[in-house]
């Protein structure tokens, strides 16, 4: 359309009258440019406009005229600006664009994707932040293998900005360092909330707001050889555990206070066993999930979705991450696409049947 103009603009000023002419309309092919290309391409159709006017001054004898002289200057000077103008925004378009790859690698690197297998173990995880150009917030899920059971983290860092992403930080490095080692989960737990607690005193050192975030988490911990699960509750939502499309919350007799604040008290931490048999899908989630909200105010039936989820999987002879994509397609479609808070789910499920529990070779992959 710019050429066009710049073509058009000298023919049709030939047969107009005198009196009439549309040189003027010369300004929209350079700023009609700047809003989709570059600023060399952008001076090149300005040059070519002002060289356009120039020609249609000439073909009237009029180009010592005081006005076209305007004409042209004017031209020249608006040709100029939106030039600098696309050179600024280019410029600050590869800024952005650094930046955003700095960021994406520190998110990846911080909480890094689950392996789909682990031991006799398959899993599926899915996140999203409740920031819309954010992939990482206060929520946060990791896993680790020691020698003879594969073990799994999720929390919930409550905090603001960059705190919550320094608690996240903090609890991942604290978990990656000594989870795979074969201490009890009671210990695990006690060196997760000491590691918070050294977090809180940094910040604090660093007089930021640390006495207003703590962590919600729990530790889970499934051997290769026994169809249980082991778990640790601090103040975390309570896993479920889908069998035959019925839903089970895995409801500890005592749960420890979320970590960070254990620190008011002696806390004992009591590792508490449930079954885990195959066929069963463990859905381990952040509140995000159970307290997402439909237009009317009403939390999500978690319970149901998840053994709708489960249910549909099975049929499907899918593993997590079929159940996973069902269960967070119904999320988002009863949240009206949107969620309120950060989110992360983590289903994990028994291999191939036909081998025996105490085989920990890697399987075949086996999800859809």
């Known amino acids: 359309?710019?050429?066009?103009?710049?073509?058009?603009?000298?023919?049709?000023?030939?047969?107009?009258?005198?009196n009439?002419?549309?040189?003027?309309?010369?300004?929209?092919?350079?700023?009609?440019?700047?809003?989709?290309?570059?600023?060399?391409?952008?001076?090149?159709?300005?040059?070519l406009a002002v060289l356009s006017q120039i020609v249609a001054g000439l073909e009237r004898h009029a180009l010592g005229e005081e006005r076209v002289v305007l004409e042209v200057v004017s031209l020249v000077v608006v040709s100029a600006l939106v030039t600098l103008f696309c050179?600024?925004?280019e410029r600050h378009q590869l800024q952005l664009a650094r930046a955003q790859l700095v960021s994406e690698t520190t998110q990846s690197a911080l909480l890094r994707p689950l392996p789909p297998h682990a031991g006799p173990l398959r899993i599926a995880s899915e996140y999203r932040s409740a920031e819309p150009d954010s992939r990482i917030g206060g929520d946060l899920f990791a896993v680790t293998r020691t020698e003879h059971s594969t073990r799994f983290l999720i929390g919930d860092v409550r905090g603001k900005g960059l705190t919550s992403l320094n608690g996240t930080s903090i609890m991942l490095g604290a978990f990656r360092a000594t989870a795979h080692r074969q201490a009890p989960l009671p210990e695990l737990a006690a060196y997760l909330e000491g590691s918070v607690r050294w977090g809180l005193g940094e910040l604090d050192s660093a007089q930021d707001e640390s006495g207003e975030w703590f962590v919600t988490a729990l530790v889970a911990d499934i051997p290769d050889d026994e169809q249980v699960v082991h778990v640790v509750n601090m103040g975390h939502p309570p896993p479920m555990v889908i069998h035959e499309a019925a839903?089970?919350?895995?409801?500890?007799?005592?749960?420890?206070?979320?970590?960070?604040?254990?620190?008011?008290?002696?806390t004992s931490y009591v590792e508490e066993t449930f079954p885990f048999t195959r066929g069963d899908f463990l859905l381990l989630y952040t509140d995000g999930v159970s307290e997402a909200r439909d237009g009317k105010g009403d939390f999500y039936p978690l319970a149901e979705g998840a053994a709708v989820a489960g249910r549909s999987a099975l049929r499907s002879n899918?593993?997590?991450?079929?159940?996973?994509?069902?269960?967070l397609d119904d999320l988002l479609s009863y949240a009206g696409g949107e969620l309120g808070d950060d989110m992360a789910m983590v289903a994990v499920s028994w291999g191939d049947p036909g081998r025996p529990p105490g085989d920990t070779r890697t399987p075949a992959p086996a999800d859809t």
């Open 1 to 18: 359309m710019p050429l066009a103009i710049i073509i058009a603009v000298p023919v049709i000023d030939i047969w107009l009258p005198p």
């Open 20 to 47: 009439l002419h549309v040189a003027p309309l010369l300004v929209v092919a350079p700023t009609f440019t700047a809003a989709f290309a570059g600023p060399r391409l952008v001076a090149a159709i300005g040059g």
């Open 87 to 89: 050179y600024l925004r």
């Open 247 to 266: 839903t089970t919350p895995l409801l500890v007799r005592k749960s420890a206070p979320p970590l960070g604040l254990g620190g008011l008290g002696e």
């Open 318 to 327: 899918g593993g997590p991450s079929v159940m996973l994509h069902h269960l």
